[in-house]
């Protein structure tokens, strides 16, 4: 079993920045791949960026130019630095974490808001 712990959301201004951090604990730790995803209120969940095992990132649109995902392997941790933020950006923020076995797990959620 495989706990991710989330933390660093909060209120920001627009424009501001804010760093996302997803702690994982628990047995064996073979990292697949790592996401963030968001839900704003009203939509679905849709993913902002991807890490894979070999550093190969990924990021939608909106993600792209602002955000930044990356892994820190010793601390088992995933972060996402965003910058330049948005109003649009507000939303509860979930990170996922896929094993090598194939099993996924998902953060309890942060909450971001963009706002004056």
């Known amino acids: 079993q495989v706990q991710l712990v989330e933390s660093g959301g909060g209120l920001v201004q627009p424009g501001g920045s804010l760093r996302l951090s997803c702690a994982a604990s628990?047995?064996?730790?073979?990292?697949?791949?790592g996401g963030w995803y968001r839900q704003a209120p009203g939509k679905q969940r849709e993913l902002a960026a991807r890490i894979f095992s070999g550093g190969s990132t990924y990021y939608t649109e909106s993600a792209k130019g602002r955000f930044t995902i990356s892994r820190d392997n010793a601390k088992n941790t995933v972060y996402l630095q965003m910058n330049s933020l948005k109003p649009e950006d507000t939303a509860v923020y979930y990170c996922?974490?896929?094993?090598?076995?194939?099993?996924?797990?998902w953060g309890q959620g942060t909450q971001v808001t963009v706002s004056s």
């Open positions: 996922n974490v896929v094993l090598g076995n194939g099993k996924e797990y």
């Open positions: 628990g047995s064996t730790f073979s990292f697949n791949a």
